[in-house]
């Protein structure tokens, strides 16, 4: 089944480290993006590609940065962690014409 | 930019009751507006959407309503089951292929 996997599951880090979280599709989508999901503030986007060379800033990207190695492949990096990041993050895809979002199983992140 | 608010963000119901989610948003270009529902530990998936060009969308028991004068969506499910009971999200966009802003979410519990 073509489908959105995301590396870790789950992850423990401490305040000051690097994470990177990752994201491949077998979708064939042009469109991959971030979203942060804590409670009470729903799905908010962090970053966003239209293709391989597009990468836009969402609404939190502070204190992320993201990398579109290919098509396929969208990876998130906290290049310091710190303990108010500890979230359910989800990778998504959309075709590009269609609004419609396929989320990853999310991975859960904990820093200590 | 898009402000999508959700309410109520939780709602206790008896099964076989009806459940209403409403969302209002604030950009009166918006014209396309899903529903996702987050089962317990499960990714989101998209359950229902309706377009600006209708005022309503029937699926099964669950239906979407949209007022665009009042700009104002709402999510209905009639005959509620236990496995509805998981966090419902509204969202918002301007056209087919553009990103969405998603309301805070609602948690529904069904009780049996």
């Known amino acids: 089944d073509a489908d959105v996997t995301q590396t870790p599951r789950n992850r423990i880090t401490k305040t000051g480290k690097r994470i990177m979280l990752e994201c491949s599709q077998t979708?064939?989508?042009?469109?991959m993006y971030w979203y942060r999901q804590d409670p009470g503030l729903g799905l908010r986007l962090i970053y966003y590609?239209?293709?391989?060379?597009?990468?836009n800033k969402g609404e939190i990207s502070d204190g992320y940065s993201v990398s579109r190695q290919a098509q396929a492949k969208f990876s998130l990096s906290l290049e310091s962690a710190i303990p108010n990041q500890t979230a359910l993050y989800f990778c998504a895809t959309s075709d590009s014409d269609d609004s419609v979002l396929f989320f990853g199983s999310g991975t859960q992140l904990s820093v200590l | 930019g898009e402000n999508v608010e959700q309410h109520p963000s939780t709602l206790s119901v008896q099964e076989g009751d009806s459940a209403v989610i409403k969302c209002t948003y604030s950009d009166s270009a918006s014209n396309y507006f899903p529903w996702y529902k987050q089962e317990l530990g499960k990714r989101p998936q998209l359950i229902i959407d309706?377009?600006?060009?209708?005022g309503e969308k029937k699926d099964q028991r669950i239906a979407v309503t949209l007022n665009k004068t009042a700009k104002h969506f709402s999510l209905h499910i009639t005959e509620t089951q236990p496995e509805d009971s998981a966090v419902y999200f509204c969202a918002a966009s301007w056209d087919a292929g553009n990103m969405l802003t998603f309301g805070g979410g609602t948690r529904l519990m069904v009780k049996p």
């Open positions: 309706i377009r600006s060009n209708v």
């Open positions: 590609s239209f293709d391989v060379k597009d990468i």
């Open positions: 979708k064939g989508h042009d469109r």
